[in-house]
């Protein structure tokens, strides 16, 4: 894996899948964090967005928390009820401290979580791991230990636990490119379409198909069983297995929030019998 002193860069026979961006040039007001883009498959489509017009603040994948005890670790307005989104001194910043270890199939990194007004309140250890599982796909493994180190208790929340409905968005969120609107979404118990939106499965799959080329992608989140999932297909490719859609999680003072994700980055439109035998495979 190469590192620039910006963003690492990884590569698989051959082909670049990803760059890490850990040390980007992001207005205040988009919330700063690190973020992978592009993110390509192994046939070197790319398969994320960056800065979209509609909000500037999607990145490819990224890590964020949209409602943390009245800060805002997402970017652009936050949500006020009855008010709708509203333009607050409340960006707060995740930043990069440092790798503990660094290598040619992952890496880990240290960051810290300050609110816009500087205080520091989280320290993150983020372990990132990369594999080939065949000639068609690759899996990115994401693990992340969020450390309160504020004095109070932290409450991580949406926009729906702050009273907009179905828009639970906090956590993991992956933003597809413009051409994979309308794409085909699955989920476990034969589920598919835009109506999972708010549902619980331990995986998620997105399908789409790009512009100039005569090919289409699959992702394939997989999360911890039970996972409340933020999808959208249109007006915009979305996915996020949220942390908190429709209830806030608390997290005491010195206390650790574990999640782990695993995304399977694939060439073609895969069927759920393609997705099954995947998951049955997955380490």
Same mark, same amino acid.
């Given at each position: 894996m190469k590192d620039t002193g910006t963003e690492l860069i990884a590569e698989l026979s051959g082909v670049e899948v990803f760059r890490y961006v850990y040390r980007p040039d992001t207005p205040v007001s988009e919330s700063p964090k690190p973020y992978f883009h592009p993110i390509r498959t192994l046939a070197s489509d790319v398969v994320t967005a960056y800065r979209p017009h509609d909000h500037r603040w999607h990145k490819g994948i990224q890590m964020t928390v949209s409602h943390l005890s009245g800060e805002n670790?997402?970017?652009?307005?936050?949500?006020?009820?009855?008010?709708?989104? =509203?333009?607050?001194?409340?960006?707060?910043?995740?930043?990069?401290?440092?790798?503990?270890?660094?290598?040619?199939?992952?890496? $880990?990194?240290?960051?810290?979580?300050?609110?816009?007004?500087?205080?520091?309140?989280?320290? %993150?250890?983020?372990?990132?791991? =990369?594999?080939?599982?065949?000639?068609?796909?690759?899996?990115?493994?994401?693990?992340?230990?969020?450390?309160n180190v504020h004095t109070g208790a932290l409450r991580f929340g949406s926009?729906?636990?702050?009273?907009?409905?179905?828009?639970?968005?906090?956590?993991?969120?992956?933003?597809?490119?413009?051409?994979?609107?309308?794409?085909? =979404?699955?989920?476990?118990?034969?589920?598919?379409?835009?109506?999972?939106?708010? %549902?619980?499965?331990?995986?998620?799959?997105?399908?789409?198909?790009?512009?100039?080329?005569?090919?289409?992608? $699959?992702?394939?989140?997989?999360?911890?069983?039970?996972?409340?999932?933020?999808?959208?297909? $249109?007006?915009?490719?979305?996915?996020?297995?949220?942390?908190?859609?429709? %209830?806030? =999680?608390t997290l005491a003072p010195d206390e650790t929030l574990s999640l782990a994700y695993r995304i399977v980055v694939a060439d073609g439109a895969w069927d759920r019998e393609r997705i099954e035998s995947c998951l049955a495979e997955l380490p």
């Amino acid at each position: 894996m190469k590192d620039t002193g910006t963003e690492l860069i990884a590569e698989l026979s051959g082909v670049e899948v990803f760059r890490y961006v850990y040390r980007p040039d992001t207005p205040v007001s988009e919330s700063p964090k690190p973020y992978f883009h592009p993110i390509r498959t192994l046939a070197s489509d790319v398969v994320t967005a960056y800065r979209p017009h509609d909000h500037r603040w999607h990145k490819g994948i990224q890590m964020t928390v949209s409602h943390l005890s009245g800060e805002n670790f997402w970017g652009g307005g936050s949500y006020v009820h009855p008010d709708g989104y =509203v333009d607050l001194p409340n960006n707060g910043t995740m930043r990069h401290t440092g790798f503990s270890a660094l290598g040619p199939d992952g890496f $880990t990194e240290t960051l810290a979580w300050h609110t816009q007004a500087g205080e520091h309140w989280v320290d %993150e250890r983020r372990e990132i791991a =990369v594999r080939q599982l065949d000639a068609s796909a690759w899996l990115m493994s994401f693990h992340t230990d969020i450390r309160n180190v504020h004095t109070g208790a932290l409450r991580f929340g949406s926009p729906t636990t702050h009273g907009r409905p179905m828009a639970g968005y906090s956590g993991l969120f992956w933003r597809g490119p413009r051409a994979f609107t309308d794409g085909e =979404v699955l989920a476990d118990a034969d589920r598919s379409g835009p109506r999972l939106m708010g %549902e619980q499965s331990a995986w998620l799959a997105y399908a789409g198909r790009h512009d100039e080329v005569d090919r289409c992608s $699959t992702l394939l989140f997989v999360a911890a069983p039970g996972t409340t999932w933020f999808v959208r297909t $249109t007006p915009f490719p979305a996915v996020n297995p949220s942390l908190a859609f429709f %209830e806030e =999680v608390t997290l005491a003072p010195d206390e650790t929030l574990s999640l782990a994700y695993r995304i399977v980055v694939a060439d073609g439109a895969w069927d759920r019998e393609r997705i099954e035998s995947c998951l049955a495979e997955l380490p």
